[in-house]
């Protein structure tokens, strides 16, 4: 019987695991799955040996805090599956708990499998030389990632992305508008500063202002802001209340893909809703804001490597949405982007078949395509 092995270590990653033991098990109905598994993996049949809520850490302070424990469960899991001998052990994401793991037992002769490659695009590359002596088959979501790799005779599969399976190629802005409660003649922003904490700290203010510096332009606009949870809903209601601005901003609870639908427009944190916005082919201001230690950084050793930073442009290859990084995150440049987006419309329509060109590229079912590489990495039968 085959034995497959998977750890995940956050939510993100628990839906890719979930649609991927989905699909491995029509090349292996019979399998086992072991390792570390959220719900979602649960469900599909993998046995979770540690929470995976304990890998789910962010941050620095939090991680160091977290350090012990991550260590000690990676090396109980290490001697685990060694004694299990699993025929193939796929790390998704994750790639600081992974990639140390996938190196040790790719040692000992355990075939390995990284699923999302980390972004040594933009930063890090030196991490590559790691990771081909850690991984026998790196999957990757994105196409433009594959070169990178072949270039260190890391072994590299394109799989495509799953938004892209997920989101249709074309999507019904009147039904989401009427599902908001929104009516069909209003022109509408969704308005996305990023779901986590530190993100809105960066960001909420200048997004807020931009609503408002477009609002004195254009008055009947409607800002609509989904929201992962209620602390970053009340966290950005706050500011709201406290600037006392005379804008029409709608704050909603999750459906972050229902409101970007209903736009006409978005103003967007890099990242993945970035992708997103593209998949709903909906024109788009990216915003795009680190500490300032962190920038000063980057900037000073050049540690980044890419001359656009979202996903939109990385994709294209060439500037096809406006971004603004670090001290341009500010409604002096921010709102005249978006003004001017909805105010050309028709000259939106090359930008939205460039959306549709990528769109295509990356809906691959990913993962029929994943399982079928790790099927041939394996190449044994159920």
């Not at 996938?102 to 790691?130: D, F």
């Not at 990023?194 to 409607?222: K, P, V, Y």
């Not at 691959?364 to 041939?376: F, I, M």
């Amino acid at each position: 019987m085959v034995c497959i092995a998977l750890v995940a270590g956050e939510a993100s990653g628990d839906l890719l695991g979930a649609s991927l033991i989905d699909a491995l098990k029509e090349e292996y109905p019979h399998a086992e799955f072991i390792g570390i598994a959220g719900p979602q993996m649960i469900k599909a049949g993998c046995h979770s040996l540690y929470p995976m809520e304990t890998l789910s850490v962010m941050g620095l302070v939090e991680v160091l805090k977290h350090l012990p424990e991550l260590l000690k469960i990676r090396k109980q899991l290490y001697h685990q599956l060694l004694q299990k001998k699993p025929d193939v052990f796929i790390g998704i994401d994750a790639p600081d708990f992974n990639l140390p793991l996938e190196r040790k037992l790719k040692s000992s002769g355990i075939k390995t499998v990284h699923y999302v490659s980390p972004t040594v695009w933009a930063w890090r590359q030196g991490r590559i030389k790691t990771i081909a002596k850690s991984v026998d088959l790196m999957l990757t979501l994105f196409p433009f990632e594959v070169a990178i790799y072949k270039q260190h005779q890391v072994k590299t599969h394109f799989v495509g992305h799953p938004l892209a399976d997920i989101v249709p190629l074309q999507s019904d802005q009147g039904q989401a508008r009427v599902k908001l409660g929104v009516g069909q003649d209003q022109r509408v922003v969704a308005m996305l500063p990023g779901s986590r904490m530190s993100e809105l700290e960066r960001l909420a203010e200048a997004f807020i202002e931009t609503a408002a510096a477009c609002s004195r332009q254009a008055a009947d606009l409607q800002f609509i802001v989904p929201f992962a949870n209620d602390k970053t809903r009340d966290y950005f209601q706050g500011i709201i209340d406290s600037m006392q601005l005379q804008v029409r901003i709608k704050t909603v609870a999750g459906q972050s893909r229902l409101v970007m639908q209903a736009s006409d427009v978005v103003l967007v944190a890099s990242g993945t809703a970035s992708l997103e916005a593209l998949l709903l082919k909906r024109p788009m201001v990216v915003a795009y804001k680190l500490s300032a230690l962190t920038f000063w950084i980057l900037k000073t050793f050049r540690m980044l490597k890419v001359s656009n930073i979202s996903l939109p442009n990385l994709l294209a290859g060439k500037k096809i949405v406006e971004e603004f990084i670090q001290q341009d995150v500010s409604s002096e440049k921010l709102a005249p982007a978006l003004l001017q987006l909805l105010d050309n419309r028709s000259a939106n329509q090359q930008l939205l078949d460039t959306y549709d060109e990528i769109h295509r590229s990356l809906k691959k079912d990913a993962s029929h395509e994943a399982s079928r590489a790790v099927a041939a990495l394996i190449g044994k039968a159920d």
